[in-house]
């Protein structure tokens, strides 16, 4: 059964940091992976969507990986703003034919 | 392009009622999927439907159905509401199905359902 885990639950760093969202896996038969993010009481906003044959995504100053084989998927953000405050979650696309969804993580960005 | 489309945004409802929910997807769009999110389960999968057909159901009792039509439009429906049934429903499209290698989903804003 697919388990998807996002390290740290929660994350705040001062404003112009780079920084590292971290989703884990347990089955490596996924045909995509995505990331999402979540404003309070909004729905989701797709920000990448990495499928199974490529490696990373990049879209302004986000930057998604893909390792299949050890399960993991990094999201970087680079010179964070407080405009970035949000929930990250990521979801992969299994073999089952659903997504599975990690918890999130719960960003601050500090002003 | 107008986005999905969920109605009502919020509603309030008592145990044992039942209630309805509408997505409208994004022209174009056949497959509309539908999660549930609460802060204790986080976000759960229910079901999706592409071109009318039910494609998958997620771990959730009968009391939770869906449907299609032709224009893509979906409505999910819960009967006998419990408290448990409190969340946001979220509904989402894609022009293809999921699987597909392709599926990136678009969200509506989704509908907070509150049961007391």
């Known amino acids: 059964k697919q388990e998807v885990t996002q390290i740290p639950a929660a994350l705040s760093v001062p404003e112009g940091e780079n920084l590292v969202l971290n989703c884990s896996f347990t089955d490596s038969a996924i045909y995509n992976l995505q990331w999402f993010r979540q404003d309070p009481g909004k729905g989701l906003t797709s920000l990448l969507l990495?499928?199974?044959s490529q490696r990373e995504q990049t879209s302004g100053r986000l930057n998604a990986s893909l390792d299949k084989s050890s399960g993991r998927s990094t999201l970087y953000i680079a010179a964070s703003q407080p405009g970035d405050s949000a929930t990250y979650l990521c979801?992969?696309?299994?073999?089952?034919?659903?997504?599975?969804w990690g918890a999130g993580t719960k960003l601050i960005i500090k002003p | 392009k107008a986005g999905v489309t969920q109605t009502p945004r919020y509603l309030i409802k008592t145990r044992g009622q039942q209630v309805t929910l509408s997505c409208s997807p994004i022209?174009?769009?056949?497959?509309v999927s539908w999660y549930q999110q609460t802060p204790g389960q986080g976000l759960q999968f229910l079901f999706e439907?592409?071109?009318?057909?039910?494609?998958n159901k997620g771990n959730f009792p009968g009391r939770f159905s869906g449907r299609q039509f032709s224009n893509s439009r979906s409505e999910m429906n819960v009967s006998t509401l419990e408290l448990g049934d409190s969340a946001l429903y979220l509904c989402a499209s894609s022009p293809n199905p999921t699987a597909s290698n392709t599926g990136e989903l678009f969200f509506g804003e989704g509908s907070r359902l509150t049961v007391l």
């Open positions: 990495i499928q199974s």
């Open positions: 439907y592409f071109s009318e057909t039910q494609r």
């Open positions: 979801a992969v696309d299994d073999s089952n034919y659903q997504l599975i």
């Open positions: 022209s174009g769009h056949r497959s």
